[in-house]
Nanobody, 113 residues
């Protein structure tokens, strides 16, 4: 199983980014896909940001990102996306893709003016 994230970067508050995670080594369409993030600093735990399920493509979001982030998937490309709008400094974190017991390497998102 391999998960490779991309799309992170530095953005000003109010800006947007789209993260991508390309999966391989398993039947992508059969698995839920999740985005987590871990903010900088001691004691910061990795938190679930968004999930999209295989059956019907239903979604789930952390309260802090509802209305700003959208998770989607393209089963033909084995890719899950996280569209992030109206970004805030508190969204600064390393964002990780997770599926089938595996983690990606993470992509840094920094929101700062």
């Amino acid at each position: 199983v391999q998960l490779v994230e991309s799309g992170g970067g530095l953005v000003q508050p109010g800006g947007s980014l789209r993260l991508s995670c390309v999966a391989s080594g398993f039947t992508f369409s059969m698995y839920a896909m999740r985005w987590y993030r871990q903010a900088p600093g001691p004691g910061k735990e990795r938190e679930l940001v968004a999930a999209i399920y295989s059956a019907g493509g239903s979604t789930k979001y952390a309260d802090s990102v509802v209305g700003r982030f959208t998770i989607s998937r393209d089963n033909g490309k084995n890719t899950v996306y996280l569209q992030m709008n109206s970004l805030k400094p508190e969204d600064t974190a390393v964002y990780y893709c997770h599926a089938n017991g595996a983690w990606g390497q993470g992509t840094q998102v920094t929101v700062s003016s």
